[in-house]
């Protein structure tokens, strides 16, 4: 019986026949690795979420996390899937050995952690951030930290949260206040306030790592003036067990539409609940220098951003999976040219609209999730590379997909879920399917880790044009290399070639010519639809080389691949030709938009 929360055909054809992960496994860090153990993570985590994560779902959505003014409740099967996620080793899957990982290929990584998004995003959300945690401690924390810390969330015995935002700044980090205070012992004690921080208090873990943004009093003013702390729930002692109290406090939870099983909260840090040590605040220790903390922040929030499109990614896949079944399932109408009323009616799957409304959600889906696993294999380039270029044009290429691999599965994976709902016609908004949830679970991720405005400022004013535009330049590159295979097998190959070159470089000229005039505020007013724009040509070169991957190939998989391909190239990428004769005009519509007129 097939999974309808990921296809394993397509996580094969993408991982083996199109990226050659197991080609991986010629270099040093991956050696001990082959497609034996590669397949047999892979099936172990379809297992666990299927048994563990996937049965409890709906009722995850249906109880929420509670909380009595003293103690987070949770039902108890999330506790009892996390556990068997931990001891199933899967939370050290891509760690180094010497941490007690698996050292495998982030690709693989990211394809394994997909089926527990698809499978439950509240209860896989723990993970998901204990794991960028450990990551960004791995990378510039002191060995005593990593010591302390990473490995028992390695062990499943710690979870981790990050702590950005607060009530009166939000996105903008700069007008954050909470601070830090030196202390003669070389800790420091934080006070202030935390928002919106998932996983911040429950009592599934022994000790909760909360990676926090403050500020050191007498440092730089803004941005330049963050440092980043460790700052634990509990104090752990030198031998590892765990201490007293530190005084980190909910003061609430936050209610939200989707994601209703992760535990979504308000820290107060430093309120006095609690004074470990006899004195005033909450333990933190800095990581790395101060004054560098969103420097440091920013290697879990880009990690972040990855896997928030991979969710949104599982979530699509998940519900087109769903909407595919009952579409073969639902029999309803005739088809158009029977004139019988008495004839039998035909499954849904057969009116052409419904094709169409499949179609899309598979080109969407089965896009993002290539995208997905593209940029994880960019990440295990960086840390493997074999020379200074092929690091830094692997770092050159995922610094400009970051933004759209969070962003666009974000968009089109949601309307993906939409798509699966009109399927289902109206039993898809009922809570009997579980289509009406994986919508409102997606809705989260448009906002999740930047909304849209954010990362379409940091795709058009950073990174398209930092370093010269050596990141558009080798997304240019890497492109006209997909179209250049295309036009060698000729046929259709080579004609969706010409229209995917065509594309892109009238994105190129746009992107110069929003700047040449200088008037940075028009060019930037519509960086949104510059994302938009961007994130379809980036998806249409994806499914070229996908094509490519499958061409000269027979059988319904590949026939369909080459469908879903066709509808990308004739309904999705024609939609970018408005687009860039907008921004081409730097149009000033919301810029001369006045307050007063709304």
Not at 56 to 69: I, M, R, S, V, Y
Not at 121 to 141: I, Q, R, W
Not at 397 to 411: E, G, H, M, N, R
């Amino acid at each position: 019986m097939r999974s309808t929360l990921l296809s394993r055909r397509d996580l094969d054809f993408l991982l083996y026949e199109w990226l050659d992960v197991e080609g991986l496994t010629a270099r040093e860090r991956f050696a001990d690795h082959s497609r034996e153990t590669f397949d047999g993570v892979l099936d172990l985590c379809e297992q666990v979420a299927t048994k563990y994560f996937a049965p409890h779902n709906k009722l995850n959505d249906a109880n929420e996390p509670t909380f009595d003014g003293d103690r987070v409740t949770i039902i108890p099967e999330v506790a009892t899937a996390l556990d068997a996620f931990a001891k199933a080793d899967l939370l050290g899957m891509t760690f180094d050995n010497r941490f007690g990982g698996a050292q495998l290929p982030f690709t693989v990584g990211t394809a394994c952690f997909a089926w527990f998004q698809a499978a439950n995003v509240g209860t896989s959300g723990y993970p998901f951030l204990t794991l960028g945690n450990a990551n960004l401690l791995v990378a510039h924390a002191s060995d005593e930290l990593i010591d302390t810390y990473v490995r028992p969330m390695l062990d499943g015995r710690f979870f981790g949260t990050m702590c950005l935002s607060e009530t009166q700044a939000g996105s903008s980090l700069a007008d954050i206040v909470t601070r830090a205070e030196p202390r003669d012992d070389g800790t420091y004690r934080v006070f202030g306030n935390k928002m919106w921080i998932s996983g911040g208090d429950h009592e599934l873990t022994e000790n909760i790592v909360h990676l926090v943004l403050a500020k050191i009093p007498g440092g730089p003013a803004g941005t330049k003036g963050i440092s980043l702390f460790v700052v634990p729930r509990f104090l752990v002692h030198p031998d590892g067990s765990i201490g007293e109290r530190n005084d980190v406090v909910l003061a609430g939870l936050n209610h939200k539409m989707g994601f209703r099983g992760t535990t979504n909260t308000v820290l107060n840090f430093g309120e006095g609940r609690y004074t470990p040590g006899g004195a005033a605040g909450a333990v933190g220790y800095l990581v790395g220098e101060q004054h560098r903390g969103l420097a440091y922040m920013f290697h879990m929030m880009n990690e972040a951003r990855l896997g928030v499109g991979l969710c949104a990614t599982s979530l699509g896949y998940t519900g087109y999976l769903k909407s595919l079944e009952y579409a073969r399932a639902r029999e309803q109408g005739r088809s158009p040219l029977s004139k019988d009323p008495s004839a039998a009616q035909v499954p849904i799957i057969g009116h052409a609209d419904v094709k169409r409304m499949l179609l899309a959600q598979k080109s969407y889906v089965e896009g993002a999730l290539a995208l997905n696993l593209y940029c994880s294999r960019l990440v295990d380039l960086q840390h493997t590379a074999e020379s200074d270029d092929e690091r830094s044009g692997a770092t050159a290429l995922l610094d400009i997909l970051t933004p759209v691999a969070k962003s666009w599965p974000s968009q089109w994976c949601l309307e993906a879920n939409s798509l699966a709902i009109q399927v289902h016609g109206g039993y898809g908004y009922t809570r009997e399917y579980d289509v009406e949830q994986h919508y409102r679970d997606n809705r989260l991720n448009p906002i999740h880790e930047g909304t849209h405005g954010i990362q379409g400022m940091d795709l058009l004013g950073r990174k398209a044009v930092q370093n010269g535009g050596a990141s558009l330049l080798a997304f240019g590159g890497a492109l006209s290399g997909t179209v250049a295979a295309a036009t060698e097998r000729g046929g259709e190959l080579a004609e969706l070639g010409v229209a995917l070159q065509a594309t892109s470089q009238r994105l190129l000229a746009v992107t110069a010519e929003m700047f040449a005039g200088g008037d940075i505020e028009a060019a930037m007013a519509n960086s949104s639809i510059y994302l938009e724009a961007f994130g379809h040509v980036v998806v249409a070169w994806i499914w070229l080389e996908q094509l490519v991957a499958a061409d000269g190939k027979t059988g319904d998989f590949y026939d369909g691949k080459r469908q879903a391909g066709r509808y990308f190239y004739r309904y999705e990428l024609p939609k970018t030709a408005p687009q860039l004769d907008l921004l081409a005009s730097l149009d000033r519509t919301t810029l001369d938009m006045s307050d007063a007129w709304f």
